[in-house]
């Protein structure tokens, strides 16, 4: 196995152990902002297998996680109109050091 699919698990395994919806939901429901609850879910829904945090310190690190463990960038925004189809439709975060802190607007 190679580090990046070591890494990619064992983040996700971190990630779903850590729930992002609890996380993402609590910083959400604190700013009275919708959050992010089913991202796992959105990037199924693009074909891949969930999704994945990779440094849980930076808004930026979220990924979907490929079949063969390969990484692909997430539109946060895109993912705002995929949970929320009658709006809000874009994503902001609260704090960039906490990659569970994004929520739609």
Not at 16 to 29: C, D, I, L, P, V
Not at 41 to 55: F, I, K, M, P, R
Not at 80 to 95: E, Q, V
């Amino acid at each position: 196995m190679n580090v990046k699919r070591t890494i990619a698990l064992a983040a996700t395994a971190i990630c779903m152990g850590a729930g992002f919806t609890a996380a993402g939901t609590a910083a959400a429901q604190a700013a009275g902002q919708p959050g992010l609850p089913r991202l796992h879910a959105y990037c199924q829904h693009l074909g891949h297998l969930n999704s994945v945090a990779t440094d849980p310190g930076s808004v930026w690190s979220w990924r979907c996680v490929g079949h063969r463990g390969e990484w692909h960038r997430i539109d946060m925004n895109d993912a705002c109109r995929w949970h929320y189809p009658n709006g809000p439709h874009h994503a902001a975060y609260h704090d960039p050091r906490n990659a569970f802190s994004w929520y739609c607007y």
